[in-house]
């Protein structure tokens, strides 16, 4: 199972960036990895997907805002956050998972405040 650590979370005022990073203790070679956020009183929500394969795939509510890359030399995924606004304010989450076999893993979490 793949350990998972998040970082770069923080308050920032809306229309600000950030970069969040998930940084996995093995390679991610062969894993899908995704962003998830969770908001105070709301459900855990996809953010954005990367493949083994490279492809990449965003919740209606971040496209064209948030970018979503993989480093395999640094066994890392990040997450570029442009824009930022108020409703992306939550708890994000790193998950990795692999098929046959299947495993899936998660990190701690990072917080991300936007407020003025």
């Known amino acids: 199972q793949v350990q998972l650590v998040e970082s770069g979370g923080g308050l920032v005022q809306p229309g600000e960036s950030l970069r969040l990073s998930c940084a996995a203790s093995?390679?991610?070679?062969?894993?899908?990895v995704a962003w998830y956020r969770q908001a105070p009183g709301k459900q855990r929500e996809l953010v954005a997907v990367i493949t083994s394969g490279g492809s990449t795939n965003y919740a209606d509510s971040v496209k064209g805002r948030f970018t979503i890359s993989r480093d395999s030399a640094k066994n890392t995924v990040y997450l570029q956050m442009n824009s930022l606004k108020p409703e992306d304010t939550a708890v994000y989450y790193c998950n990795a998972r692999q098929l046959l076999p299947y495993e899936t893993s998660w990190g701690q979490g990072t917080r991300v405040t936007v407020s003025s």
């Open positions: 093995g390679s991610i070679f062969n894993l899908n």
